[in-house]
Nanobody, 115 residues
Framework: QVQLVESGGGLVQVGGSLRLSCATSGFIFSAKTMNWYRQTPGNQRELVAAITGSGTTNYADSVKGRFTTSRDNDKNTVYLQMNSLKPEDTAVYYC?????????WGQGTQVTVSS
């Protein structure tokens, strides 16, 4: 079965950095675009970053120049490096993959940026 497991969240001060990881199994990872979303209470999930199987990336305007997503197709893992963090980056972060027309999500990892 498809599984996605995030890790790496935590509490960080403004301007700090965190690296999120999403370990996957159950599908052909190298063929799939992987997405990072975030969600705050009362709001819809927001697409933050995406990376295709070949490594092409896209970012939301709010994180361009600060966040970088990458992948290791040998480890079936996708990463989100977050630098210059701001209080508005505080959210639960989820990785996502669409497999056979179904969306799969990890359990989420909390990122809190304190000022």
């Amino acid at each position: 079965q498809v599984q996605l497991v995030e890790s790496g969240g935590g509490l960080v001060q403004v301007g700090g950095s965190l690296r999120l990881s999403c370990a996957t199994s159950g599908f052909i990872f190298s063929a799939k675009t992987m997405n990072w979303y975030r969600q705050t209470p009362g709001n819809q999930r927001e697409l933050v970053a995406a990376i295709t199987g070949s490594g092409t990336t896209n970012y939301a305007d709010s994180v361009k120049g600060r966040f970088t997503t990458s992948r290791d197709n040998d480890k079936n893992t996708v990463y989100l490096q977050m630098n210059s963090l701001k209080p508005e980056d505080t959210a639960v972060y989820y990785c996502n993959a669409r497999v056979y027309y179904l969306d799969y999500w990890g359990q989420g990892t909390q990122v809190t940026v304190s000022s």
